[in-house]
């Protein structure tokens, strides 16, 4: 069926109420199973419209899940979601039902699929291209306890373009491993899938002979135009060089209509009488059933709640204002290349693709390479900027420090998402980056307190004869004043903003870093205003190199330090403070003010700042009580 209209009411789902568990959809018969598909698909419409969240990746997978938990005796037999966009019928037809309307908020449903929420949720994910490598440890460690157990990796044509998928792929067939991947193409990622991978997937789809799967598992192939199917063990539809997944070892089986639950359901039950690394190559339709999604496929890959209340936007986002300096940036100068890891529309530079095509490089889920890439480029006179986000570099650390610091090349790092990042919960959050590139030699890390200090702070890092990063945050600017000439900040150097009897004896400063400005600010005047002692707020803007210099200054009056930071406090700005403080012998009393040792789970970004003392009432709250036991 298809849909125009996401729902306002719950839908009636009369079969689909019956299934709390998958040993009840097993009992149905196979012709029940379109039925069911279609009030799911129902169902996450009217879901996915109350908590907002992924959508498109969701409708595409209906048939495909309904199958599996049909075919498959999970949670016995393991299904591994590769990201996790994907997951929300899963969740649904696991127990999860009623519960998916709460999805990304706080004390609901993770966004992604999370061992600690139920037992069907085999590996948390978050990240692309790593249900391969898991599911491939689980099968053998089944083989190597003798147990019985089907393992399914499910993962989009998206999350194969990184290499982690083919190291998994390649060691699979080294240990004849009985696992099967499920292949789920629907020529996207978040953005359309790009590359050779890409092209040979088209290829395949396009050759079109066929296949049938008898009830013993064998194959037989008769003339069909849209079915192909390759085995290294029976005879094939062409040779394996015509075949990527035949050619490195894997019984490959497809591509299949990933919209027929029926025909799935057969294939599934069919394979799992044969052994060794298998792919079932399937093809869907991102948005499926939902006729704006199957249009604006990008556009439609998360949705907002259809009930909230939005308020006019007052600022920009801190993508668009990199978006508006790249373009800028390289107007100036013909040196400059963008690459992003299949995060065009994420990280702000659609217009720029659309202006500079032949200075754009989008590398698809491939962070690694996307920061390597980068290094050969600066080896040749160039100057590339990287858009990554935080929780995405980790991906690419030792191409950070190997291939661009220790060759000190002129790299920009555009970092995207730094710090909380609410709904989408600790598996996207940047909590670390200060901790992972502050140790590198040769770095330069900056965090700007508002949107107009972004662009500078980009033209500051890009005019650095070496790698540099700005790391911003999720969502809006504060509402400041953008100045279009760049005016590059000195280095090194921070700024005091706010200065609160200026004249008293002692003084209390706030060392801010980044997005915490604008709320050290608030705190420190609701403080100032019940106090006799001075208040100061810096915004150290530079996390290294630190403003050591000011910190020598600031301690002559001092009597209590603050810092500040959206990262975690263990080896985030403020360890770099006091480890500054240690080596020059001065002591003060300092408190750091940031995220715990711990991994927050998702709630709004105002919530989670809130929870973890980050917010004005939370700074204000942590100067009093550490003043109160000094005085």
């Keep these: ?16 109420d019956t299934i709390d568990h998958p040993e009840q959809l097993r009992t149905l018969d196979r012709s029940q199973l379109k039925q069911v598909a279609d009030e799911l698909r129902h169902y996450i419409l009217y879901a996915a419209g109350q908590s907002g969240g992924h959508f498109g990746a969701n409708l595409g997978v209906i048939e495909l899940t309904v199958a599996l938990h049909y075919c498959f005796n999970t949670p016995h037999d393991r299904l591994i979601w590769d990201v996790g966009h994907q997951a929300y019928p899963h969740k649904v037809l696991t127990g999860r039902r009623e519960q998916l309307v709460t999805i990304r908020s706080k004390d609901g449903l993770a966004a992604f699929p999370a061992r600690e929420e139920s037992e069907f949720d085999t590996f948390g994910v978050g990240h692309s291209s790593t249900a391969i490598s898991a599911g491939l440890g689980m099968a053998l460690a089944s083989r190597y306890q003798n147990i019985a157990r089907e393992v399914v990796a499910i993962i989009g044509d998206g999350a194969m373009t990184a290499g982690m998928a083919f190291e998994a792929m390649n060691d699979a067939v080294a240990h004849q491993a009985d696992l099967m991947v499920v292949l789920n193409d629907n020529d996207m990622s978040i953005s ?12 395949i789809w396009a050759r079109g002979e066929s296949v049938n799967i008898s009830q013993d598992g064998q194959a037989y192939v008769q003339p069909h135009p849209e079915w192909l199917y390759n085995s290294r063990l029976h005879e ?18 497809g591509p299949f209509d990933g919209h027929d639950v029926e025909q799935l359901s057969h294939v599934f039950a069919a394979l799992k009488k044969r052994k060794g690394p298998r792919l079932i190559h399937v093809y869907t ?12 496929q990008i556009k ?5 709640k259809i009930n909230a209340a939005t308020a006019p936007a007052t600022a920009p986002k801190y993508s668009d204002v990199f978006g508006q300096w790249l373009i800028d940036q390289a107007a100036q100068d013909s040196r400059l290349l963008a690459i992003t890891p299949a995060m065009c529309e994420g990280s702000g530079m659609v217009k720029f693709a659309q202006a500079y095509p032949q200075r754009f490089f989008d590398v698809a889920i491939a962070e690694q390479h996307a920061v390597t890439l980068a290094a050969g480029m600066a080896c040749e006179g160039l100057k590339p900027v990287v858009a990554i986000y935080s929780t995405f570099l980790q991906r690419g650390y030792d191409q950070l420090v190997h291939d661009v610091a220790l060759q000190n090349l002129d790299v920009t790092f555009a970092i995207d998402r730094a710090g909380l990042v609410g709904e989408d919960g600790p598996t996207h959050a940047g909590a670390y980056d200060y901790a992972y590139m502050r140790t590198i030699p040769n770095m330069v890390i900056m965090a700007p307190k508002d949107e107009n200090e972004c662009r500078q702070m980009l033209h500051t890092a890009y005019m650095y004869q070496g790698p540099a990063a700005v790391r911003y945050p999720r969502g809006q600017g504060v509402g400041v004043n953008i100045e279009a000439e760049f005016k590059p900040l000195p280095l090194g150097q921070a700024q005091i903003v706010l200065s609160l009897n200026p004249t008293a004896k002692q003084h209390i400063s706030i060392l801010a870093f980044g997005s915490r400005v604008t709320a050290a600010i608030s705190a420190a005047e609701k403080f100032a205003a019940q106090t006799d002692l001075g208040i100061r707020v810096v915004n150290m803007r530079f996390v290294k190199p630190l403003d050591t210099k000011m910190l020598d200054q600031l301690a002559l009056d001092t009597a209590l330090f603050v810092t500040v930071e959206e990262h975690a406090v263990m080896a985030g700005a403020g360890s770099s403070v006091s480890e500054y403080f240690a080596q020059a012998q001065i002591v003060k009393p300092i408190i750091h003010l940031g995220l715990a040792d711990e991994f927050m789970p998702q709630a709004t970004h105002a919530q989670m700042l809130a929870a973890a003392g980050l917010d004005e009432h939370g700074i204000y709250k942590a100067m009093h009580t550490a003043w109160a036991k000094l005085s």
């Design 1 to 16: 069926m298809l849909y125009t209209e996401i729902p306002t009411h719950r839908p009636v789902t009369s079969l689909l």
């Design 192 to 203: 359309c899938s790009t590359g050779g991978f890409a092209k040979h997937l088209a290829a």
């Design 236 to 253: 094939a539809a062409t040779d394996a060089a015509d075949n990527l997944f035949k050619a490195i070892g894997f019984d490959y089986f």
């Design 285 to 296: 339709k991102k948005g499926k059933g939902f006729a704006p999604a199957e249009v604006e």
């Design 300 to 304: 439609y890959h998360a949705i907002n």
